[in-house]
């Protein structure tokens, strides 16, 4: 079984920056898939991003040059630093686990979520 424990949001004023972070336990693949999506109030859940087995990574055009994926390995962790935020990121964020590559939503496990709001 993998767990995923998502951390890092909060309240944050339009221009700055915020970092998520998804610590992985349990019967974890070394090497793993992940992916980071968000959901608004009253909207679907969207793709942000995802990080690949090779250290890949492809983001959303919404934030793509804003925010930017990266894992440490020796902490199992992978994390979405978002900069230069606008209010339309406010959002629950989601990271999500896989032990290969996806083609799409098809990761198998799913953390809890981490509220972001972008507020003046």
């Known amino acids: 079984q993998v767990q995923l424990a998502e951390s890092g949001g909060g309240l944050v004023q339009p221009g700055g920056s915020l970092r998520l972070s998804c610590a992985a336990t349990?019967?974890?693949?070394?090497?793993?898939?992940a992916g980071w999506y968000r959901q608004a109030p009253g909207k679907q859940r969207e793709l942000v991003g995802r990080?690949?087995?090779?250290?890949?990574?492809t983001y959303a055009d919404s934030v793509k040059g804003r925010f930017a994926i990266s894992r440490d390995k020796t902490k199992n962790t992978v994390y979405l630093q978002m900069n230069n935020l606008k209010p339309e990121d406010t959002a629950v964020y989601y990271c999500?686990?896989?032990?290969?590559?996806?083609?799409?939503?098809?990761?198998?496990?799913w953390g809890q979520g981490t509220q972001v709001t972008v507020s003046s």
């Open positions: 999500a686990y896989a032990e290969y590559d996806v083609l799409s939503d098809e990761y198998e496990v």
């Open positions: 349990g019967s974890i693949w070394s090497i793993y898939a």
């Open positions: 990080l690949r087995t090779t250290d890949s990574t």
